[in-house]
């Protein structure tokens, strides 16, 4: 069934994993999730350079242009829920329509439930819905080469490995090479939670 896109991105589930829009009312659960694990974060997370100033600067922010930006339907971010605890976000980002039909797959998740294979479901989720819902027809995820973990996730997913673009994304305060990991429609034929299992 195809969903409208209003101010959300729909709620998906995989047994005790659910990923939801974030609210307004997770604020004091995300700044401790980010306090938390700042140190863990470090290497992998987005920084700015010194000229761009569009970041927002408070959570209420992110979750006004989050709503913003999924009725544009150009960026949606799930919170993923485990157990039902807010422990991570997964976003699909930089969605172009028309003659591209793409978009990117960002992700993390907090330290302590690192390791339960609960990313390569809520990427398998969020791909599934991006094929079968949003009908994209290009999927990628950048991935730093030292990111072992992460390279683990796309592995599990069984996504190719494209090349390496460099100097790609600013992260942890420097421009970063990143391998970059693609699936194509053609070549999606069964769902990514079902890749998973086999
Ligand atoms: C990368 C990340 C999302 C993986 O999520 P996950 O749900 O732990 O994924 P998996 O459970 O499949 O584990 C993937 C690999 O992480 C490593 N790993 C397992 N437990 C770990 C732990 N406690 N701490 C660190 N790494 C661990 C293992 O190499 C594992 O591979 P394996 O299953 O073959 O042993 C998570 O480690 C994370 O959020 N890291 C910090 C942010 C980040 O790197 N984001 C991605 C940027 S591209």
Known sequence: MKRKLRTNPPTLYYDEIKLRPLRYRDGSTWKKLRSTNKAWLREWDATLPPTDENYPATFSQMVWQGKRDARKKIHLMWGIEYKKKLIGIVTAGNITLGSSRNCYIGYWLSKSQAGQGIMPISVALVLDFIFQELKLHRVEIAIRPENTASLRVVEKLKLELEGV????????????????????????????LERLKN
């Not at 305060?173 to 194509?184: I, K, M, T």
């Open 165 to 192: 673009r460099r100097s790609y994304i600013h992260i942890n305060g420097d421009w970063r090479d990143h391998q970059v990991f693609v699936v194509v429609e053609d070549e999606v034929t069964t769902s990514f």
